[in-house]
C-alpha cells in the first residue's frame, strides 16, 4: 500500500488491486479471511465517505446491522468469486453487487443505517402480528440440503 499524502491513510496502489483482483493462477481460495477484514482492508478504499450533501448515510458500526451484514457477506462472497475472471469480473462486481447493494445500504430513508446519521442507532424491528397456530407447517423436514441454525450465519 502506498500512502496519498503524509497525512492520511495509506492507499492502495492501483498495481497491488489489479494483481489481486486479476490473480487468475492461484487456487481458488479465499484471499479474505472474513467479510470484516475485506471491508476494512479493501471496500472503504472502492467506496467514499458520504457527504452531507449526498444524502447517503454510513454507519461505522455497520456489522450491528443484520441486513448490512448480510449484504456486505454477500459482496465480499462475490468479489472473492469474480476476481478469478480478468475479463469481466469486476465490472460484474461493480455492476451487480456492488452498486446495488451499497445504494440499498446508504438509503437514508429506507436503508439498514438511515437512523444512523449521528452515530450508530439501532433499527426498530418490524411489526408482527401473533401467527395463529397452526396456519404454517413446518418445512424443514421438506428440504433436501441442510439449513443453517441460525438464519443470520455467515458459514
Given at each position: 500500500?502506498?500512502?496519498?499524502?503524509?497525512?492520511?491513510?495509506?492507499?492502495?496502489?492501483?498495481?497491488?488491486?489489479?494483481?489481486?483482483?486479476?490473480?487468475?493462477?492461484?487456487?481458488?481460495?479465499?484471499?479474505?479471511?472474513?467479510?470484516?477484514?475485506?471491508?476494512?482492508?479493501r471496500?472503504?478504499?472502492?467506496?467514499?465517505?458520504?457527504?452531507?450533501?449526498?444524502?447517503?448515510?454510513?454507519?461505522?458500526?455497520?456489522?450491528?446491522?443484520?441486513?448490512?451484514?448480510?449484504?456486505?457477506?454477500?459482496?465480499?462472497?462475490?468479489?472473492?468469486?469474480?476476481?478469478?475472471?480478468?475479463?469481466?469480473?469486476?465490472?460484474?462486481?461493480?455492476?451487480?453487487?456492488?452498486?446495488?447493494?451499497?445504494?440499498?445500504?446508504?438509503?437514508?430513508?429506507?436503508?439498514?443505517?438511515?437512523?444512523?446519521?449521528?452515530?450508530?442507532?439501532?433499527?426498530?424491528?418490524?411489526?408482527?402480528?401473533?401467527?395463529?397456530?397452526?396456519?404454517?407447517?413446518?418445512?424443514?423436514?421438506?428440504?433436501t440440503?441442510?439449513?443453517?441454525?441460525?438464519?443470520?450465519?455467515?458459514?
Amino acid at each position: 500500500m502506498t500512502a496519498a499524502h503524509p497525512d492520511q491513510e495509506p492507499d492502495e496502489s492501483a498495481e497491488d488491486i489489479r494483481r489481486d483482483e486479476e490473480s487468475v493462477g492461484r487456487p481458488a481460495e479465499l484471499f479474505y479471511p472474513n467479510v470484516a477484514e475485506f471491508v476494512t482492508d479493501r471496500l472503504i478504499h472502492f467506496i467514499p465517505r458520504p457527504t452531507p450533501e449526498s444524502g447517503l448515510v454510513w454507519c461505522s458500526s455497520w456489522f450491528r446491522h443484520a441486513q448490512a451484514l448480510s449484504r456486505l457477506d454477500s459482496v465480499w462472497r462475490a468479489w472473492e468469486n469474480l476476481r478469478f475472471d480478468p475479463a469481466l469480473g469486476m465490472a460484474n462486481w461493480w455492476t451487480h453487487y456492488v452498486d446495488p447493494h451499497m445504494r440499498a445500504l446508504m438509503d437514508p430513508v429506507a436503508g439498514p443505517f438511515a437512523r444512523c446519521a449521528d452515530g450508530h442507532r439501532p433499527h426498530e424491528l418490524l411489526p408482527v402480528d401473533p401467527i395463529p397456530d397452526q396456519l404454517f407447517d413446518d418445512q424443514r423436514d421438506k428440504w433436501t440440503w441442510p439449513l443453517a441454525d441460525d438464519p443470520l450465519a455467515l458459514d
